[in-house]
C-alpha cells in the first residue's frame, strides 16, 4: 500500500485493521515532506516529533477515533497551543497561541495526527500564494506556477501527497480556487456551519473553514467530524449537523441542476469551457435535469467583495499596533512612531493595500456611499441565489477562469489578481455551500494543468451536494490524477 495514493477513508481503515502502522503512515508522509517540501515550500513548521508521539499513541490504542492515525495538515492562520501561528506574516512571527481552534481540537480529538502548518497569502489576503513573508508556495503540477490562493500552501501539499487531508479557509474562494488549480477536492461549508474560534479572522462576515482532499467521502467525513455549533463562536449556526452528511453513495432521486449563463463567460479559457459542458453531459446521462438559472447580480460581486472584505480586515487587523502583540519597530521615537513603523514593517504590500482600501470604504463621507451600498447589493446576491435554488438542487459552473498561471505573472496588477475570484466570492457573499471538484487537465507549454468544476448549493444543504458532487466523481477518473512529483 502506497500511503500517498490511499484516500483518507483507506488511510483510517488500513491503520484500523492494522494492515499498517500509524507510525509508518506518519513516518511516510513526514520523509515525503523533508524530501519535497524544500522545493515546493509547502510547510512552515513540521511537528515531526509530537506527529510521531501521537501516531504511537494510535497503534497502542490510546488515542481512538474516526481519524485515528491520519495525518493532516492545518493552515497556518488556525490557532494551536503548539508552535506558531503566524498567518504568513512578520506581524506574526513569534506569536504562539494559548488555545487550540475548535475546528483543529475536534479534529485532534477524532484522533487525526496533525503534521504541521501549512503557506499561505499573509492573513489570507491573495489568491496565488504570492502574499506570502515566508515566501511563495508552488504548484506541483508545474513548479513555475502559482497553487492558487489564498490556501495555497494546504492545496499543494494535498496534491503532492504531503498529508492525507488539510484544512484552509475560504473567505472568497481561498479554499475552491486553490483546489481547482491543484486538482483536488475542496469545500467551502455553509457559513457558521464549522467554528470559527481559534481562526485568526480576516473577513469576520465571510471567512470559513473548510477541507481539501482526494475524494468526496473523504471531505464529507472531515465535514461530519468538524461541523456543529460552538459556544465559544457566538456566529456559528445551531443547526443540527445530519446524521447521513458522509452517506455520499446515496445518489439522490430527480435532482436538477441549474447552469446560469453569468458563469459560461466568454473569458473562460476554452479547456475551462469545455470541461463544465463535459460535466454538464456527464450530469445528463445519470439523471440529472438541467435548468436554466438566472442571477442577474453576479457582476457586481468581486467589487461587493471587495469593499465588504477590506473594511472588515481594517478593523480586524487595527489590533496589530505593535503594543498588545505582535510586531514591535525597535527605537521607536514615540507612540505614533511606534504603531507606524510597526505596522509598516509587520504587514507586506497587499495586506496594507486592503487595509487602506477598506479604511477608505469605511470613513466619514464615503461609508454611506461603499460600505453600506455594498451591503444592500450583498442581499440582492444572496435573494438571487435563492431564487435560482427554487428551481434547482445544485448550480454547476467553473470554479476558476483557466488553469493555473504563471508565479509573478499578475503581481503589478491588483485587480486582473482580483479577479481570480469571479466565480467564487458570490458564494461566499450569500453564506452558501460550495465544492470544487477534478475535472480533468490541460496541456499548457507541455505540462499537464488540472481544471475544476463547482456546485454551489442552498445554506445548510451539504448532504444532498455532497451526493450530487459524487455523482460526477463516480462517472470519472479526474480525481485519480497525481502530478510528477
Not at 158 to 184: E, F, H, W
Not at 222 to 245: C, N, R, W, Y
Not at 452 to 461: E, I, K, R, S, Y
Amino acid at each position: 500500500m502506497n500511503p500517498t495514493d490511499a484516500t483518507l477513508i483507506e488511510l483510517r481503515d488500513a491503520i484500523a485493521e492494522k494492515k499498517v502502522s500509524a507510525v509508518e503512515i506518519t513516518r511516510t508522509y513526514l520523509d515525503r515532506i523533508e524530501k519535497h517540501n524544500g522545493a515546493l515550500n509547502v510547510y512552515h513548521e513540521v511537528y515531526a516529533d509530537r506527529a510521531l508521539d501521537r501516531a504511537g499513541q494510535v497503534d497502542l490504542g490510546e488515542v481512538t477515533g474516526a481519524l485515528a492515525g491520519v495525518p493532516i495538515a492545518i493552515k497556518d492562520l488556525l490557532c494551536t497551543d503548539y508552535g506558531h501561528t503566524t498567518c504568513s506574516s512578520k506581524m506574526l512571527a513569534n506569536f504562539q497561541a494559548p488555545y487550540t481552534a475548535t475546528a483543529v481540537r475536534k479534529l485532534e480529538d477524532a484522533g487525526a495526527v496533525i503534521l504541521g502548518k501549512t503557506n499561505m497569502d499573509e492573513f489570507a489576503m491573495g489568491s496565488s500564494t504570492e502574499n506570502s513573508a515566508c515566501g511563495t508556495t508552488l504548484n506541483p503540477w508545474d513548479t513555475s506556477r502559482v497553487p492558487g490562493g489564498s490556501s495555497g500552501g494546504s492545496a499543494a501539499a494535498m496534491a503532492a501527497g504531503l498529508c492525507a487531508a488539510s484544512i484552509g479557509t475560504d473567505t472568497g474562494g481561498s479554499i475552491r480556487q486553490p483546489a481547482a488549480l491543484c486538482g483536488v477536492v475542496g469545500m467551502k461549508p455553509t457559513y457558521g456551519r464549522i467554528s470559527r474560534y481559534g481562526l485568526v479572522a480576516f473577513a469576520s462576515s465571510l471567512d470559513q473553514v473548510g477541507p481539501f482532499t482526494r475524494t468526496v467521502a473523504d471531505t464529507a467525513l472531515l465535514l461530519k467530524i468538524m461541523m456543529g455549533q460552538d459556544a465559544l463562536d457566538s456566529t456559528s449556526a445551531s443547526v443540527p449537523v445530519p446524521e447521513d452528511v458522509d452517506r455520499v453513495d446515496e445518489t439522490p432521486k430527480g435532482f436538477r441542476i441549474g447552469i446560469a449563463k453569468q458563469y459560461m463567460s466568454d473569458a473562460n479559457d476554452p479547456a475551462v469551457a469545455a470541461a463544465t459542458q463535459q460535466a454538464i453531459q456527464v450530469y445528463k446521462d445519470h439523471g440529472a435535469t438541467i435548468v436554466e438559472v438566472d442571477l442577474p447580480h453576479t457582476e457586481y460581486g468581486i467589487p461587493v467583495y471587495y469593499i465588504v472584505a477590506t473594511a472588515e480586515a481594517s478593523s480586524n487587523l487595527a489590533r496589530y499596533d505593535g503594543v498588545h502583540y505582535g510586531h514591535r519597530t525597535d527605537k521607536p521615537g514615540d507612540l505614533i512612531d511606534l504603531y507606524c513603523r510597526s505596522r509598516a514593517e509587520g504587514f507586506g504590500d497587499e495586506v496594507k493595500r486592503r487595509i487602506m482600501l477598506g479604511t477608505y470604504a469605511l470613513s466619514s463621507g464615503y461609508y454611506d456611499a461603499y460600505y453600506n451600498r455594498a451591503l444592500k447589493v450583498r442581499r440582492l446576491i444572496s435573494n438571487d441565489f435563492d431564487t435560482a435554488f427554487e428551481s434547482c438542487d445544485a448550480i454547476l459552473c467553473p470554479t476558476t477562469t483557466g488553469p493555473a498561471f504563471k508565479i509573478g505573472e499578475m503581481s503589478d496588477d491588483p485587480l486582473s489578481m482580483y479577479l481570480n475570484d469571479v466565480y467564487t466570492v458570490n458564494c461566499n457573499l450569500a453564506g452558501n455551500v460550495g465544492i470544487t471538484l477534478p475535472a480533468g487537465t490541460t496541456k499548457v507549454d507541455g505540462r499537464d494543468l488540472p481544471i475544476g468544476v463547482q456546485l454551489l448549493g442552498p445554506a445548510f444543504d451539504e448532504a444532498r451536494l455532497l451526493r450530487i458532487a459524487r455523482v460526477f466523481e463516480a462517472a470519472t477518473d479526474h480525481h485519480r490524477a497525481r502530478p510528477p512529483v
